[in-house]
């Protein structure tokens, strides 16, 4: 009797666990597919009625007192359709840009930052809130009263060219020119984003400085170039404070009333990017010259772990893109192709972005090839060459020369071949997709090498020979050596 009562209860128990394990596994999955969903929320959709593209030229300059900055149009119809915007900005020695954050994720790519003895060529921080100040000075006191000159801050990286450095929307973040020549970044902003909650044009809030009314809602007027202005005079352009009462903030600060006012309003006007008259002073790891070299040269072991163990305010924000040894296709007689994306640099997960870097030696060729899933942002950082990009109906969208400088968008879906100069040909390219991916139309990884020789000689009418010519011809990967450029008609300048 009392073996027959426990069996009962024991078959009751053991049926009560596997339904509530059941309902464990349950919550756990739709938990799962709910952060799935949420990782691929939609971008907001634009129109992409495109019947003609060109290389772009930044439409608007703003000076400031240690820099210029200058935006490309974002109401241009190629920026429209991939709801993105683009901005450059060179920093002269000694110059800061004061801390700013934006409504979308930025991403950007150091362009220019290397001189000859050290290449680390500038500072980086960003301020995430509630993460502690973990450089502080060696002298630090439980209370900073009566002490002027001790410090304590969120980290700083050291900035390096070919750095990618990508950035949560809402972050606050400034750069400092540290080297002896200027520093110069390309940034994208993805107002398609699903982390953007406002309307489809980029805002930048900055936090210090003097912002000229071009600055602010820029890309809503487009007011054409504007150079010289390095403050605001009419009233229409200032930091985030300058809305502030004087006394509120006073009071949120603990501080006299005439420093908000100095913080509000300053009296020399120079814009966001402002000369520094001594070095910046900031607090970071001690090291000699050769750690510091190999510190710019390789990621510090403090930025290798992205596991679990990784937090917001330890994430790894940059990543390197122009080591060769960092190549994902190399080819020693043509170039070379980097990827960063969410498996090297896992905050692109959350941002939806991701960036490609592009060598192509002299007169070398870079496969036709399409995006499967992102519309790409080109920005040509080095060098000329040949472009051509074809839209759905076989229409030939753009067929031209780009040289350094200059900004072209490749929407999804459609092909594009590039074609070295005599002087080579480099390029960054934005990407609106974490894991972007491309679709070869020539070479070992095409699509033709993926289709029976019978489909490609009655697809193409071709005889069989034809097709397998044009199946196996080209055995390299994405990209090619120079061909006989007078027999296809490609010489490029």
Not at 247 to 273: K, Y
Not at 304 to 309: A, S, V
Not at 414 to 439: C, H, P, Q, Y
Request: net charge neutral; hydrophobic share 35%.
């Amino acid at each position: 009797m009392a073996s027959s009562s426990l069996l009962c209860f024991g078959l009751c128990l053991l049926v009560l666990f596997n339904a509530c394990f059941a309902q464990i596994e349950q919550v756990t999955d739709i938990t799962r597919e709910g952060k799935q969903q949420r990782q691929r929320q939609q971008r907001f959709q634009t129109q992409c009625n495109i019947q003609n593209l060109n290389a772009l030229e930044p439409r608007q300059k703003v000076e400031s007192e240690a820099g210029v900055t200058e935006f490309w149009d974002q109401n241009n119809e190629q920026l429209q359709c991939a709801n993105v915007a683009v901005f450059r900005q060179r920093i002269q020695q000694r110059g800061l840009l004061v801390p700013a954050y934006t409504n979308t994720p930025e991403i950007f790519y150091v362009v220019q930052g290397k001189q000859a003895s050290i290449s680390c060529r500038g500072i980086h921080g960003v301020v995430f809130p509630g993460c502690a100040e973990t450089f502080q000075d060696s002298q630090q006191q439980q209370s900073f009263q009566g002490s002027k000159s001790q410090d304590q801050h969120q980290k700083v990286r050291q900035l390096r060219e070919g750095d990618v450095i990508a950035l949560p929307a809402g972050a606050a973040h400034w750069i400092y020119n540290n080297g002896r020549d200027q520093l110069v970044l390309v940034a994208l902003v993805d107002v398609g984003n699903s982390q953007n909650q406002l309307d489809q044009y980029f805002r930048k809030f900055y936090l210090g400085g003097n912002p000229q009314p071009q600055l602010q809602g820029f890309s809503q007027s487009q007011g054409g170039r504007s150079q010289g202005s390095q403050g605001s005079d009419d009233g229409r352009g200032g930091n985030l404070f300058r809305g502030f009462d004087e006394r509120l903030l006073a009071e949120a600060f603990n501080v006299n009333p005439d420093l908000i006012r100095r913080l509000q309003r300053p009296q020399i006007q120079r814009g966001i990017i402002i000369r520094v008259e001594e070095e910046l002073r900031v607090l970071s790891p001690q090291r000699d010259r050769e750690q510091e070299q190999e510190e710019c040269e390789e990621t510090p072991s403090y930025e290798r772990d992205n596991g679990f163990e990784e937090t917001i305010c330890t994430m790894k924000l940059r990543h390197n893109i122009d080591k060769p040894s960092h190549a994902d296709v190399y080819n020693p007689r043509a170039g070379r192709v980097t990827t960063v994306n969410r498996f090297n640099l896992p905050i692109l997960r959350d941002l939806q972005l991701s960036a490609e870097k592009g060598n192509l030696y002299p007169n070398a060729l870079l496969a036709p090839q399409w995006n499967l899933n992102a519309h790409s942002i080109v920005y040509v950082t080095r060098g000329n060459g040949r472009m051509q990009i074809v839209a759905e109906n076989g229409e030939n969208v753009f067929d031209g020369q780009i040289r350094e400088g200059q900004l072209i968008v490749v929407p999804q879906g459609f092909a594009v071949v590039k074609r070295a100069g005599n002087r080579g040909l480099e390029w960054i390219s934005f990407k609106t997709n974490d894991v972007a991916m491309t679709s070869q139309l020539a070479g070992r990884a095409s699509v033709l090498r993926g289709l029976p020789l019978d489909v490609i000689q009655n697809s193409f009418q071709v005889s069989r020979d034809e097709a397998q010519r044009l199946k196996y011809n080209r055995q390299e990967l994405t990209v090619f050596t120079p061909g006989p450029r007078s027999q296809w008609g490609l010489t490029v300048a």
